[in-house]
């Protein structure tokens, strides 16, 4: 009996102590409870702001201003929606209204899918969805299905401290990252599919919905990026 108590307190002291939840898990809490309206405003802004510090001190490596690529591969500007980037609509739109936000802040990226089944007509499989630029994975809804009022279905959140913004990308088959994950401009993190409220029903064409957010001291102010879109780097 003497033996296994010293034992076991050898292997209490010798044991490393449990690892806490990194800053990317604390985002992906975060987001989630933003998403379902289950914290309030200003505390949700108050988390933002500690936790964007936090994520720009360990992972200040990753700079901005790096190369861009098209987020869906075999793809270019000529598969944005609208007009011109006519579909970028930022009024009415606040990160912090979760799954109940207004606007359109975010281009709409069209594959060509007749049959509106999730697959590439010219490769019969779901297109990649590229990151656009490097930096590590913060949050990702992992599943989906009907007839969840989720409006991005299965998505990804992808911040870079260098440019301090956060980059989503919505309406996947599947993801391919977690949070904690450092990607690089051009990396394959997920695979195209039809997932999301509105992305669901057979009259909504396969698209991938891309945003960018500025961090902007936790105002999280939606960023337009038409032009960057247009001179990406096609994978």
Same mark, same amino acid.
């Given at each position: 009996? +003497?033996? +296994?108590?010293?034992?076991?307190? $050898? /292997?209490?002291? $010798? ?11 604390? @985002? ?9 309206? $289950? ?6 802004? !108050? ?10 001190? !360990? ?7 790096? !190369?861009?690529?098209?987020?869906? !591969? ?8 609208? /007009?011109?980037?006519?579909? &970028? ?56 299905? &009907?007839? /969840?009022?989720?409006?991005?279905? *299965?998505?990804? @959140?992808? +911040? ?5 913004? &956060? ?47 500025? +961090? ?9 990026? &038409?032009?960057?879109? $247009?001179?990406?780097? *096609?994978?």
């Amino acid at each position: 009996m +003497f033996r +296994f108590l010293i034992i076991v307190t $050898l /292997s209490l002291v $010798l044991s490393p102590p449990a690892s806490s939840a990194s800053v990317c898990d604390d @985002w992906n809490i975060l987001e989630k409870d933003i998403r379902d309206n $289950l914290i309030e405003r200003n505390d949700a802004r !108050e988390k933002v702001i500690r936790l964007g510090k936090s994520l720009k001190e !360990e992972y200040k490596e990753i700079i901005g201003g790096n !190369e861009h690529y098209f987020p869906v !591969e075999g793809y270019c500007g000529k598969c944005i929606g609208g /007009s011109n980037g006519s579909g &970028y609509h930022p009024a009415g739109y606040n990160f912090y209204d979760g799954n109940r936000h207004g606007g359109h802040p975010a281009h709409d990226l069209f594959i060509r899918d007749r049959r509106r089944c999730g697959l590439d007509d010219a490769t019969g499989k779901p297109a990649e969805v590229i990151a656009f630029t490097d930096g590590v994975v913060v949050s990702v809804n992992p599943a989906w299905s &009907y007839p /969840s009022r989720i409006r991005g279905g *299965v998505y990804i @959140w992808i +911040f870079n401290p260098g440019d301090n913004r &956060y980059y989503y990308y919505a309406h996947l088959q599947k993801s391919l990252v977690v949070p904690g994950d450092r990607v690089k401009g051009g990396d394959t993190i997920a695979l195209l599919g039809r997932t999301g409220r509105n992305a669901w029903p057979k009259r909504s064409p396969t698209h991938l919905h891309f945003m960018c957010l500025s +961090f902007d001291e936790g105002r999280m102010t939606p960023v337009n990026t &038409y032009l960057e879109l $247009l001179t990406a780097k *096609v994978k």
